[in-house]
């Protein structure tokens, strides 16, 4: 699934390239993706606006048109392309966008899971039901020590499944939640009562750094991820411990593990990650 690095690298292709053109004809070839409106209303609205800026709020794409604000989330496999309009289509591509240069941006989902959601130019996006649960962004000043305690202490759930949590820090998944774990030297099954100020203060300090690291990069191509052009990501590069399962890790040599966290394949250090006597009761 692309993650906030991720999104962020199509963010900015996507304002290389379709950044004020202006949107001739839509076809969608899926439209059950449309969240809040019928099909013909989308197209209706969006027909003849230009795309003014390109944004990103976690996971999330927002599209600033005249008068409307386009939510797109990519879910698991979601991708945008920025083609000649000669380019031959496949069975995953479920909406077309066609631009006045006579090229098309492209949407495909091979799983269909990706969403959109139109409101007003006027609407305040953050009182909308994709964006109102949301949590900080991890690169906001307000993205401190304090605020993650405060969001996580009356939670006795594992630190990997907090972070996970949209609405306690938006735009990490589970990628970047391991390397950030492995980095503070905690357990990811670590329960959010056993954190110290210390282990929290570490939590916010790799969250920003692996991120930061991961957009620079380009992201995490891993298995279906590629950005808007095509351009893959290094960070998997860089992974400490993500999909490095019987591998030794880099710091004490101890084989990586792998195990189910919230159902979701979690990997980590057993030596440089350990529980306490405490954790594993």
Do not use: W
Not at 79 to 86: E, L
Not at 187 to 195: A, D, K, M, Y
Not at 227 to 243: A, D, I, K, R
């Amino acid at each position: 699934m692309p993650e906030l690095p991720e999104v962020e690298t199509v963010k900015e292709a996507l304002n290389q390239t379709v950044k004020g053109q202006t949107i001739k004809d839509i076809e969608l070839r899926y439209e059950p993706m449309v969240k809040n409106m019928s099909a013909d209303e989308f197209k209706e609205k969006l027909i003849n606006q230009t795309i003014q800026e390109v944004s990103r709020r976690g996971k999330y794409l927002v599209f600033h048109f005249d008068d409307y604000q386009l939510l797109s989330h990519l879910r698991m496999e979601g991708k945008y392309f920025y083609v000649d309009s000669d380019f031959e289509l496949n069975p995953h591509v479920h909406a077309i966008f066609t631009l006045e240069n006579g090229k098309r941006l492209l949407y495909q989902d091979t799983r269909k899971f990706g969403t959109y959601h139109l409101y007003d130019k006027a609407i305040d996006l953050e009182t909308t039901a994709p964006f109102q649960v949301l949590g900080l962004e991890p690169f906001a000043t307000e993205f401190t020590p304090s605020y993650v305690k405060e969001k996580i202490q009356n939670k006795k759930k594992p630190i990997k499944s907090l972070l996970l949590d949209q609405t306690v820090v938006c735009g990490l998944g589970n990628i970047y939640v391991d390397e950030v774990l492995y980095r503070a030297r905690l357990h990811p099954l670590t329960s959010s009562s056993e954190l110290t100020d210390k282990d929290i203060a570490n939590v916010v300090k790799y969250t920003v750094e692996v991120l930061a690291r991961a957009i620079e990069l380009g992201g995490t191509t891993i298995r279906t991820f590629r950005s808007s052009h095509g351009v893959s990501g290094t960070f998997q590069n860089e992974l400490l411990v993500h999909q490095r399962k019987g591998e030794n890790c880099y710091e004490c040599h101890t084989p990586i593990e792998k195990i189910k966290v919230g159902g979701r394949g979690t990997y980590f250090c057993p030596t440089c990650q350990k529980l306490t006597a405490k954790e594993m009761k």
